[in-house]
């Protein structure tokens, strides 16, 4: 991939080509926004226009045809690249990226075109089950349709961040690769929320519980887990551990809920701790 992006940084018409072809094949819209990403990083917004444009054409036509996964996670992908660029914070560009992703949920960015009323008597239909555990749910005063419609725009916006967020990662190791080797692994390395990021974010988390705002709550928590993420990565980075420990910690990030508690807790402290710098610097 890194060959790709050598060859699409040669000018603007190659990254625009790469960037128009990867968006208009089915799952492949994500190298078409690391792309636009890419391109945005090293030479800005301005300059990088005719790349986004290309990026977004296709996006936003899987967006007519009722997916609007491709054109959400380049506009984000884009958006925290324009942040991270100017002021060189990861920590900001995924509070941006996630307050955009927040404001996406909430206006319903993400509701599926279907009749949501009649997908769930369809699910009543097929499983006895759940059909019963709706029942308990109007029982119990709960809007079946709302809590659908909240749950299938909160988890596509999740999907949508952090797949922005994989391409912005993707893109920034593409500009270190490029220009700058090893560079990438020591940002990445040190990668940790300031004081003031971290009261924004708890701000943030109780004004969506406070003010019904569910989209907060569902976004809110990733650039906490995104600082633990490199934490881990900057203790084995700095510690000379093999490689195996990131493969057994990423099993269970993805396999167990608990360790994602682990991961925003530890990074919450990190905060105040500064563990990576008690430990010295990498080996």
């Known amino acids: 991939m890194l060959a790709i992006a050598r ?10 080509l790469v960037a128009l072809l990867a968006s208009a094949i089915p799952w492949l819209f994500w190298f078409g926004s690391a ?3 890419l391109v945005t990083l090293r030479r800005g917004m301005s300059s990088g226009l005719p790349v986004i444009a290309a990026a977004a054409i ?3 036509w899987w967006w007519t045809q009722g997916d609007p996964i491709p054109l959400a996670t ?3 992908a884009i958006l925290m690249a324009i942040v991270l660029r100017s002021r060189m914070r990861w920590g900001e560009a995924l509070i941006v990226g996630a ?3 927040a404001v996406m949920i909430q206006l319903g960015v993400f509701l599926p075109r279907a009749d949501t009323a009649m997908l769930l008597e369809e699910l009543r239909q097929s499983s006895t089950e759940l059909s019963a555990f709706l029942d308990d749910l109007a029982a119990s005063g709960v809007d079946a349709k709302t809590l659908a419609e909240l749950l299938i ?3 596509t916006g999740l999907v949508v961040m952090l797949a922005a967020v994989a391409c912005l990662v993707l893109a920034r190791s593409w500009q ?10 020591e940002e990445f390395h040190a990668l940790r929320l300031s004081i003031r990021e971290l009261v924004f974010l708890v701000v943030l988390l109780v004004a969506g519980a406070v003010l019904g705002l569910p989209g907060l709550g569902m976004l809110a928590w990733i650039p906490l887990l995104m600082a633990g993420i490199g934490l881990i990565h900057g203790v084995v980075g700095r510690k000379g551990m093999n490689g195996l420990w990131l493969v057994a910690f990423y099993v269970l990030l ?4 608990p360790m994602i508690l682990i991961v925003l807790v530890v990074a919450m402290i990190d905060t105040f701790a500064d563990f990576r710098r008690r430990l010295g610097h990498d080996n």
């Open 7 to 16: 060859w699409a940084m040669k000018g603007a018409p190659q990254a625009a």
């Open 35 to 37: 792309i636009a990403a």
């Open 58 to 60: 296709p996006a936003g």
């Open 74 to 76: 380049t506009l984000l």
């Open 99 to 101: 307050l955009a992703g």
């Open 153 to 155: 725009s909160g988890v």
């Open 176 to 185: 270190a690769g490029l220009y700058n080797p090893g560079g990438f692994r």
């Open 254 to 257: 993805i396999t167990t809920w």
